[in-house]
Structures are given as structure tokens and as C-alpha cells.
């Protein structure tokens, strides 16, 4: 799938730029203000009987997490050294989050931050790790395991000539060479150190039908515990330095553009989750439109093989959901997942534990050309002994979702990138539409019980000093997550609205529209 939305503006501006300069006719007459620029934000649903609890994300363009209740006013502050980009709530309350690195070099586009803080609930930064250089970033998304170590995604940067001696065609392969991926896990020492005390490589569990005088030639279709190297679309033509001159005035492109990058994040990991009981990961690739599972009951030297750990499989793919078509079974007609995000497992205790929620973001509308979103769960076909059934067919079910959620007009809730959803206590989901910073709270029926728009956006600045554009992305929240009333991290504590609230973000008026001539 082409790239036409990534998390950053930079990478928004460019797909727009390089892809959408023509006129878009019927769609920009049915603009549904993605992005919610200047509609009503705070507290815009309620209702009564409502699950006593708190909602916790990290404000745009700031270092600040704010945990907000049920009334919409903000009850806590923990804040960061940087531009704070996802947070999990600890049970000391603490928070771990993901926070933008000022200096990383090399990557610049597609969700990549460099660090991690934990940070006290009196705002005492407790610890402070980077990884962030010329070959690896952290990106996206982390998982805190309950020993405290923290599962990380890391983009792996390699060279056209490592990727073409891999087996993956020439025509695929971005000119400055591709970002594969890895999952590392990290155990924090000391203020800011951190031992890697597991590995998984997605290099090791790759499959390509190209060369058999090259590593790892085989059938795809005999082995969907594999990655076909060869999936994704033909990489086009370097923009010209003129294209990448008026990017950078534009102060769009990201940090790090170059002509020869773009596309260079390949599968693009946006999402990890852990299951304790299982031992196991889930991850979700967008670029694939699939979700993954690997099993981490295995050590380091078997995680980079086919065999080991409790499942006897090594770390290749135990499970994976949403595009049969990336190993050879079926066509586009079984895709499922279209540029999905934040996968998730139902935690013991709520309704539907053990199943799978998944924000599927960009679903085709093909009668109104607009696509839209659906927020989906799914039983995955567990085996006994950890494992997942392969059906007859050579693909994994199933073929019917356990539960949706689609707007009741369809179109109206609609967010192409960043997003999440999760299974409340009371059998609720909580969803987070990204873009235009909404969290709400829907019913098994569907009906919407609770609504709060973000208000808020920080004043951090480029690393030279100069202000961030807030366009289009004024208000855009990669995370948020319900925390109940219960949660250990509030023993003790007293939540009272702060006073004064923090200063809420208004856009400047938009510029008045030309009249047409007749």
C-alpha cells in the first residue's frame, strides 16, 4: 500500500505534495475535517452511570501527559524533558513515555522518537534512555512488561546493496537503502542506561521467490511463518532538489529528508502488545495490513531461528491476520486490515479477554469513494498448546469478526493514521480517532456514552528554535488510554481539577476564502 499517511506531518505534507496535486473533485466537497479544525473541543458527551475513571494522553507539541476526568478537566501533569509521544500509567504512578529526541540523525519521517523517560508522580525524571543513532531508532510504540522491562520497536537502517544481496528486487528497494525492523527488550539501569536482555530481528524470518542464488529462497505460500521480502509497491524516482528545497522552506519533509528516503520505512511496526500468559508479542504493520504474533518464551540465538521456545518455532510468525494475500493465499478481495493500528489483546477480567481489538484505519467505501473506520475484534484460532490453526487453505482465520464498531453513518468517523482502541472493565470500548484528538467511549450497541475532544497543544519548537506549524496536526493524539478509578497508581493520591486548567490551544482564524469569478 502506497504511503499516503504517516504519522508526521512531514510525511503527510509529502504524500500530499508529491501525490495529491491535482484536483480531488468529489472528495474535497465531502471534507469531514479529519483533523477537527475549529469545531467545539472539551467535554462534549456525557452521560449518567458512567465508569468512575481517568483519561490519560500525551499533549502535542509538549512533554506533558495530563490524566483528565470524567468531567473533562485535568487532574494531573507528569511532565517530560521532550515532546512527549505515547505514556503507560504504572502502578507507583509513574509513567514510562516515549518522547521525541531533539538530535537523532538519519530519521526524520514515520513515527520515530529516540528515548524513553520514566518520570515520577511528582515529575522527577527517574530515568532518561536513548537509543537513537545512524543505524537504530526507537519508533512508534513500547510495551512495559510486568517485570518492568520494556518490549521497544527499533527501525533497523540498511544499505540498497545489504537489501539487494537479501534477495529483494531492485525496483523495491529505496535508493538511500530500506528500515527493516526489530523488537528489542530493554531492562532500565541506573538513570539512564538500559541492558538489552533479548532481541528479535524481522532480517532473520524473511522469504523471497526472486533468486534462489540468494539467502532464504523458498515458496512463500508454503510459509507464511515468513515474510515474502518482495511485498510492497514499486519505489518511485528520487524527488528533485528542487521538490526537497521547497519541503524544507515549507518546514515540512521531517528533519532528515533527503531524495533519496522516502519509502524507506517499509513495514512501518506502529503498535506492540505483550500477553503475559502466553509469553507472546503482537505487532501491527501497516505497510503489510496485517497483524503479526511471535512468541517470546525463546532466548536471543532462537529468536533468530526457526525453532526453540515453548511453541518449537523460534521467532518466526506464530500467527499473523488481515492479508492472506502477502504470503500467496487469496487476492485483495481477503484483505482485511487496511493501515491499521494499535492491536491489543483484551486483558484478563474484561469481556472478550484473550480476543484481539484492532483500529482499522483506512477501510474502502467503494460507493462513496471516501474510505472510513471500523474498530474490530477478533478471536485469533488459539491452539492448546499455544499455537495457532492453519487452516486447510494455507491461511489463518477467522473469517468473522467477534464485534465492530463502525459510525452510524459510516463516514463520520474517520482517522487514516496514528489511533487506538481498547476493552474497558465494563465490557466498553474506549477509542481514540488520532487525528483530530477525540476519545470516546462506545457501548457493545454501539451508542456513543462519552466524548471529550482535546484542547490542548504545547509550544515546543524545532530543534533551531522555530515555532512548530500546528497544521494540520494541531490537536492529533497518537495515544490515549482509560485508566479506572481502582487503578493502584491513585491509592492514596487526591484528584482535584487543577486550578487554574491549563491554557487551552486556539487556531488563528483561517485566512478568508477568494471568491470565485463568475
Not at 203 to 208: E, G, K
Not at 388 to 406: I, K, M, N, Q
Request: with cysteine; charged share 25%.
Amino acid at each position: 500500500m502506497k504511503k499516503v499517511f504517516y504519522y508526521a506531518v512531514s510525511a503527510l505534507m509529502l504524500g500530499l505534495m508529491i501525490n495529491c496535486s491535482q484536483d480531488k473533485g468529489k472528495e474535497d466537497k465531502k471534507d469531514r475535517n479529519m483533523f477537527g479544525h475549529y469545531i467545539p473541543r472539551g467535554l462534549t458527551i456525557t452521560t449518567e452511570g458512567l465508569t468512575p475513571g481517568y483519561v490519560m494522553f500525551s499533549v502535542p507539541n509538549s512533554g506533558s501527559t495530563y490524566l483528565v476526568n470524567r468531567d473533562g478537566k485535568v487532574v494531573h501533569e507528569w511532565k517530560g524533558t521532550y515532546e512527549a509521544f505515547n505514556s503507560y500509567l504504572m502502578d507507583d504512578g509513574s509513567v514510562f513515555v516515549g518522547e521525541n529526541d531533539v538530535d537523532y540523525p538519519v530519521f526524520g519521517f514515520g513515527g520515530p522518537y529516540g528515548r524513553i523517560q520514566k518520570i515520577s508522580w511528582d515529575g522527577k525524571v527517574l530515568w532518561d534512555y536513548e537509543l537513537a543513532d545512524e543505524k537504530h531508532i526507537l519508533h512508534h510504540d513500547f510495551a512495559v512488561k510486568p517485570n518492568g522491562n520494556i518490549l521497544a520497536i527499533v527501525y533497523e537502517a540498511i544499505s540498497y546493496e545489504e537489501a539487494l544481496a537479501m534477495g529483494r528486487a531492485p525496483h523495491l528497494i529505496p535508493h538511500s537503502g530500506p528500515w527493516l525492523e526489530k523488537i528489542v527488550e530493554l531492562e532500565p539501569q541506573g538513570e539512564r542506561g538500559a541492558k538489552v536482555v533479548w532481541e528479535w530481528n524481522l532480517a532473520d524470518h524473511l522469504i523471497q521467490d526472486l533468486d534462489p542464488e540468494k539467502p532464504n529462497y523458498g515458496d512463500p505460500g508454503a510459509h507464511p511463518e515468513l515474510l515474502n521480502f518482495n511485498t510492497g509497491d514499486s519505489i518511485p524516482e528520487p524527488i528533485s532538489q528542487d521538490s526537497l528545497d521547497q519541503l524544507k522552506t515549507m518546514g515540512h519533509g521531517g528533519r532528515n529528508l533527503t531524495r533519496f528516503n522516502p519509502m524507506s520505512d517499509l513495514y512501518h511496526f506502529n503498535a506492540i502488545n505483550y500477553h503475559p500468559e502466553l509469553e507472546q508479542i503482537a505487532i501491527s504493520s501497516p505497510e503489510l495490513s496485517e497483524i503479526l504474533i511471535i512468541d517470546q518464551s525463546t532466548t536471543t540465538e532462537e529468536a533468530a531461528s526457526h525453532s526453540g521456545g515453548k511453541r518449537g518455532k523460534g521467532g518466526d510468525f506464530l500467527y499473523r491476520w488481515g492479508n492472506p494475500e502477502n504470503y500467496h493465499h487469496g487476492d485483495s478481495t481477503q484483505r482485511r486490515l487496511m493501515y491499521q493500528h494499535d492491536v491489543r489483546w483484551i486483558e484478563p477480567g474484561k469481556p472478550g479477554a484473550g480476543n484481539l481489538t484492532i483500529f482499522n484505519n483506512n477501510i474502502p467505501n467503494v460507493p462513496d469513494s471516501l474510505q472510513y473506520t471500523a474498530i474490530y475484534e477478533i478471536k485469533p484460532p488459539l491452539l492448546d498448546d499455544g499455537t495457532y490453526l492453519l487452516r486447510e487453505t494455507g491461511d489463518y482465520g477467522p473469517d468473522e469478526l467477534e464485534w465492530s464498531y463502525v459510525a452510524k453513518d459510516t463516514l463520520s468517523f474517520y482517522a487514516s493514521f496514528i489511533s487506538g482502541a481498547h476493552r474497558m472493565e465494563n465490557g466498553n470500548t474506549f477509542i481514540n480517532a488520532g487525528p483530530m484528538g477525540r476519545f470516546f467511549e462506545v457501548t457493545p450497541d454501539r451508542d456513543i456514552v462519552w466524548e471529550y475532544i482535546n484542547p490542548y497543544r504545547g509550544k515546543a519548537t524545532k530543534p533551531n528554535g522555530d515555532p512548530d506549524d500546528p497544521m494540520p496536526m494541531a490537536y492529533s493524539t497518537f495515544r490515549a488510554t482509560f485508566v479506572p478509578a481502582d487503578h493502584p497508581a491513585f491509592a492514596g493520591k487526591t484528584l482535584e481539577p487543577l486550578d487554574p486548567q491549563p491554557e487551552e490551544f486556539k487556531l488563528p482564524p483561517p485566512p478568508p476564502k477568494e471568491e470565485k469569478e463568475e
